[in-house]
């Protein structure tokens, strides 16, 4: 019987239940996080809890719990025997349940807070052959560097690409690209590696940062600045970054083929170096079991 | 005991419950709407129900029940005694419950209907005297004509406003106002009522339809046009218009007193047709029962 945690308990999925005057349903009124377990440990954990408290302070939201969250996101592993799996871990933290105002509630009520986990299989045909992506106005709000449940925008933009084929669709804001409707996206011109700076257009992806953290280690010579639309397919790679899919290579957009329409160099470089990250933490974890 | 309406049903307001995994706690996913019931009518129900029925295509929601919102909303003001009251009635449909991804469910699951009913006193006060409203950037996203519950820059905005003393914010786009947080906002300059056209930058409110077209009985130039938010101060006259609150002079705005201080005398005039045809409407409800 699948378990998810609600509230500081865990309970079987078809028994948990929020009220419909939880201030998540009626106004989006909450934040989230998405983190990835790989078997043996969450990669960037201490970066998504510190998303999460961010998240959390921009909203005035004040979660008792939020000091455990990595503790939290590993029993809700254990208690549906998922430990030794690929799985994600899905946490939200609303407001709570009040009377309807658009005002918050005064004094404060229980935030309420949910999470799953599931097993995860990694899309390796979409890693290896690359991706079909399109272009969309982006037509969210202007606070995207907040983790909220407020995605509308994302889901409507989403729906849509997939509708016409398309794995994910990037957004464009005032002529420039920010990010894809629930990845980041990167660019590699020459040999530059460019992405969207941090903003309040764009979510900086924890992915994203291991990227750019990897590059930064290689010398790749990074630009942290906007690509314009009519650049896009004057660049020779591609690439969406997420917490789910890692680097996932982009081979056409909007119809259009980029390069030779396979996964380019640059690219396929940067998932190397992402595997042996990997390899190196899994190392790191065997030999520290060795040793206990 | 209070009854809400859930699904099809009516139970205590206690009980009711939905999942946690109902895309409208996780994405935002749903529409609502919020009429108003003067102790024996709706004003423009047909308007409402119509604005309904738009936002759901929009949102490609498929909601077996719209034909019958009309009666939905009277069934509920009935179960709980409400009949005889001014009350307000909140409904909300959401796309349904299903395992979390961005894209629509395929296919589609059974949406989720919510709706409550509450006695409602209009705030006197206010419309007598006028209100103090603060400017604030439209951080919203970009299809406003919906009628979504992605209201988080809504809340988080007025939030702000009320932090403030401020009773709305009116919000700034590209330099120019849109509408406020949860009502439209009018403008008087010299014998013109001018306010933001329909766009995807603003919900067409009902009530603003009701003012344009007591205006245009009247005679009242109308000029639907963005006003820039240098010219704010310029302005012989603002106020408000929502469902709850009809209209709501303003008198400061950011700190600056708008003329006299007080309501001017288009706004009063306005308040005065709308105070003329709910009496014409309650008048003729009277005569129609007499006849019965």
């Known amino acids: 019987m699948e378990k ?5 308990k865990h309970v079987n999925r078809e028994d948990a239940s929020v009220s419909p005057d939880d201030r ?27 998303r999460l408290i961010r998240s959390l302070r921009e909203m005035e939201i004040d979660w008792p719990e939020v000091e455990h969250f990595p503790e939290l996101c590993h029993s809700l592993l254990e208690v549906n025997g998922l430990s030794e799996n690929q799985a994600l871990v899905y946490f939200q933290i609303t407001r709570g349940a009040a009377r309807r105002t658009h005002q918050y509630p005064n004094p404060p009520v229980a935030p309420t807070s949910y999470a799953f986990a ?7 045909e979409a890693r290896l052959k690359g991706v079909a992506i399109s272009t969309a106005p982006d037509i969210r709000w202007a606070r995207c560097d907040i983790k909220s449940v407020s995605l509308l925008g994302n889901t409507m933009s989403f729906q849509k690409a997939r509708e016409k084929g398309m794995y994910e669709c990037i957004f464009i804001r ?3 690209i920010t990010e894809a409707s629930h990845s980041n996206v990167f660019f590699i011109k020459g040999s530059n590696l460019i992405t969207h700076p941090p903003s309040n257009h764009i979510l900086s ?13 290689e010398g790749i ?15 020779d790679e591609v690439f969406l970054t997420s917490t789910s899919s890692e680097v ?5 957009i909007d119809g259009n083929q980029l390069g030779s329409g396979t996964p380019g160099e640059m690219t396929r470089r940067l998932i190397a170096l992402t595997e042996d990250k ?3 933490i899994i190392a790191t974890i065997k030999n520290a079991n060795r040793i206990k």
Chains 1, 2 share one sequence.
Request: proline share 3%; charged share 20%; no cysteine.
């Open 248 to 252: 996932t290579p982009v081979i056409s």
């Open 278 to 280: 990997l390899a190196a």
């Open 221 to 235: 010579r990074i630009i942290e600045d906007a690509v314009h639309a009519e650049e896009l397919l004057q660049m």
């Open 205 to 217: 992806g924890i992915t994203r940062g291991i990227i750019l953290e990897l590059a930064r280690k």
């Open 4 to 8: 998810v945690y609600l509230n500081g």
């Open 24 to 50: 998540g349903f009626l106004f989006a009124d909450g934040v989230y996080e998405v983190v990835r377990w790989y078997g043996s440990f969450f990669l960037g954990m201490e970066e998504h809890h510190r």
């Open 174 to 176: 005032n002529g420039v």
């Open 118 to 124: 599931s097993a995860f299989n990694p899309d390796k």
